[in-house]
């Protein structure tokens, strides 16, 4: 029931609100979301409106994604009520 891994150190700082540019404005929204994913103990507690968790598929195989905004998710993997390898990618400049 933790977030338990991140892929990125941004997003560590992020979740422990320590974020590189604090002028983000999607900064709150983010650190919200991961909060509520630290505290998830199954998929269906992400299930929120306008987050669309969805599953990914190609080289993200295995990877949940929740939006943002039109631009950013937080991308993780899920197992056994734990978060891993957490990142918020921004999906224009993959």
Do not use: C
């Not at 979301?33 to 990914?56: I, Q, T, W």
């Not at 197992?79 to 993959?94: K, L, Q, W």
């Amino acid at each position: 029931m933790a977030i338990l891994t991140y892929g990125t150190r941004a997003a560590k700082k992020l979740a422990q609100r320590k974020p590189k540019r604090a002028s983000s404005q999607h900064a709150h929204k983010i650190e919200r979301l991961l909060e509520v994913l630290d505290r998830a103990s199954s998929l269906n507690d992400l299930r929120r409106p306008g987050a669309r968790l969805h599953k990914l598929r190609g080289d993200r195989q295995g990877f949940y994604a929740i939006d943002v905004s039109v631009r950013l998710r937080i991308v993780f993997r899920f197992e056994g009520g734990n978060a891993y390898d957490v990142e918020v990618v921004d999906y224009h400049r993959s």
